[in-house]
Protein backbone atom coordinates (compact mmCIF):
# COMPACT_ATOMS: atom_id res chain seq x y z
CA UNK A 1 0.00 0.00 0.00
CA UNK A 2 1.38 3.45 -0.76
CA UNK A 3 -0.03 6.54 0.90
CA UNK A 4 0.17 9.89 -0.49
CA UNK A 5 -0.34 13.22 1.37
CA UNK A 6 -0.35 16.51 -0.48
CA UNK A 7 0.37 20.20 0.82
CA UNK A 8 0.36 23.61 -0.48
CA UNK A 9 -2.68 24.81 -1.78
CA UNK A 10 -3.86 28.28 -1.55
CA UNK A 11 -5.36 31.13 -2.95
CA UNK A 12 -3.06 33.17 -5.25
CA UNK A 13 -3.79 35.51 -8.12
CA UNK A 14 -2.84 35.34 -11.42
CA UNK A 15 1.07 35.18 -12.54
CA UNK A 16 1.48 33.82 -9.21
CA UNK A 17 3.42 30.93 -7.91
CA UNK A 18 3.22 27.89 -5.89
CA UNK A 19 4.42 24.89 -5.07
CA UNK A 20 2.56 21.92 -4.50
CA UNK A 21 4.15 18.91 -1.91
CA UNK A 22 3.64 15.15 -2.01
CA UNK A 23 4.81 12.90 0.91
CA UNK A 24 4.96 9.49 0.26
CA UNK A 25 4.77 6.34 2.93
CA UNK A 26 7.20 4.00 0.99
CA UNK A 27 10.56 4.41 -0.75
CA UNK A 28 10.13 5.43 -4.20
CA UNK A 29 12.38 1.97 -5.21
CA UNK A 30 8.54 0.77 -4.75
CA UNK A 31 7.26 2.98 -7.12
CA UNK A 32 6.76 2.68 -10.83
CA UNK A 33 5.56 6.20 -11.67
CA UNK A 34 4.32 9.30 -10.10
CA UNK A 35 2.91 12.43 -11.00
CA UNK A 36 0.20 15.09 -10.55
CA UNK A 37 -2.95 15.40 -12.00
CA UNK A 38 -5.93 18.08 -11.77
CA UNK A 39 -9.55 18.24 -11.44
CA UNK A 40 -11.44 21.62 -12.45
CA UNK A 41 -14.94 22.18 -11.53
CA UNK A 42 -17.34 19.89 -13.88
CA UNK A 43 -14.59 18.77 -15.90
CA UNK A 44 -12.95 15.26 -16.04
CA UNK A 45 -9.38 14.62 -13.70
CA UNK A 46 -6.83 15.36 -16.11
CA UNK A 47 -3.09 14.62 -16.45
CA UNK A 48 -0.69 17.39 -15.22
CA UNK A 49 2.72 15.86 -15.34
CA UNK A 50 4.34 12.48 -14.76
CA UNK A 51 7.06 11.31 -14.13
CA UNK A 52 8.63 7.49 -14.46
CA UNK A 53 11.47 5.84 -12.35
CA UNK A 54 14.61 7.07 -14.67
CA UNK A 55 13.02 10.75 -13.68
CA UNK A 56 11.54 11.37 -17.73
CA UNK A 57 8.78 13.49 -17.40
CA UNK A 58 5.61 14.21 -19.51
CA UNK A 59 3.72 17.16 -19.06
CA UNK A 60 0.36 18.41 -20.31
CA UNK A 61 0.94 21.34 -23.28
CA UNK A 62 -1.04 23.73 -21.09
CA UNK A 63 1.55 23.72 -18.61
CA UNK A 64 4.61 22.57 -20.14
CA UNK A 65 6.22 25.95 -20.03
CA UNK A 66 5.24 26.78 -16.86
CA UNK A 67 5.55 23.84 -13.82
CA UNK A 68 8.29 21.84 -13.07
CA UNK A 69 8.48 18.73 -10.95
CA UNK A 70 11.13 17.61 -9.09
CA UNK A 71 11.52 14.44 -6.30
CA UNK A 72 13.16 14.07 -3.29
CA UNK A 73 13.77 10.04 -3.03
CA UNK A 74 15.85 10.24 0.55
CA UNK A 75 13.13 12.38 2.01
CA UNK A 76 10.36 10.19 -0.27
CA UNK A 77 8.96 14.30 -1.34
CA UNK A 78 7.91 15.11 -4.52
CA UNK A 79 7.41 18.43 -5.71
CA UNK A 80 5.12 20.30 -8.50
CA UNK A 81 6.57 24.06 -9.09
CA UNK A 82 4.19 26.29 -10.54
CA UNK A 83 4.78 29.53 -11.91
CA UNK A 84 2.50 32.08 -13.89
CA UNK A 85 -0.16 30.69 -12.96
CA UNK A 86 -3.16 31.39 -14.80
CA UNK A 87 -7.64 31.14 -13.61
CA UNK A 88 -8.04 27.93 -15.85
CA UNK A 89 -5.07 26.02 -13.46
CA UNK A 90 -7.69 26.70 -10.86
CA UNK A 91 -8.46 22.56 -9.66
CA UNK A 92 -8.52 20.51 -7.21
CA UNK A 93 -4.25 18.83 -7.72
CA UNK A 94 -3.93 14.89 -6.79
CA UNK A 95 -0.71 13.47 -6.06
CA UNK A 96 -0.78 9.96 -8.28
CA UNK A 97 1.56 6.81 -7.87
CA UNK A 98 1.84 3.40 -9.25
CA UNK A 99 3.59 0.90 -7.92
CA UNK A 100 5.56 -2.20 -9.24
CA UNK A 101 2.39 -4.13 -9.73
CA UNK A 102 0.89 -1.47 -11.44
CA UNK A 103 -1.70 -0.63 -9.13
CA UNK A 104 -2.53 2.99 -8.76
CA UNK A 105 -2.82 5.30 -5.32
CA UNK A 106 -3.97 8.75 -4.70
CA UNK A 107 -3.99 11.55 -2.18
CA UNK A 108 -6.50 13.08 -0.89
CA UNK A 109 -6.13 16.54 -3.38
CA UNK A 110 -5.40 20.13 -2.31
CA UNK A 111 -7.26 22.72 -3.61
CA UNK A 112 -5.40 25.81 -6.21
CA UNK A 113 -7.61 28.67 -6.61
CA UNK A 114 -5.99 31.21 -9.21
CA UNK A 115 -8.07 34.60 -9.04
CA UNK A 116 -7.91 38.47 -8.99
Known amino acids: QVQLVESGGGLLQPGGSLRLSCAAS????????MGWYRQAPGKERELVVI???????NFADTVKARFTMSRDSAKRMLYLQMNSLRPEDTAVYYC??????????WGQGTQVTVSS
Open 51 to 57: MDRAGNT
Open 26 to 33: VSMFNINR
Open 96 to 105: HARDLYNKPY
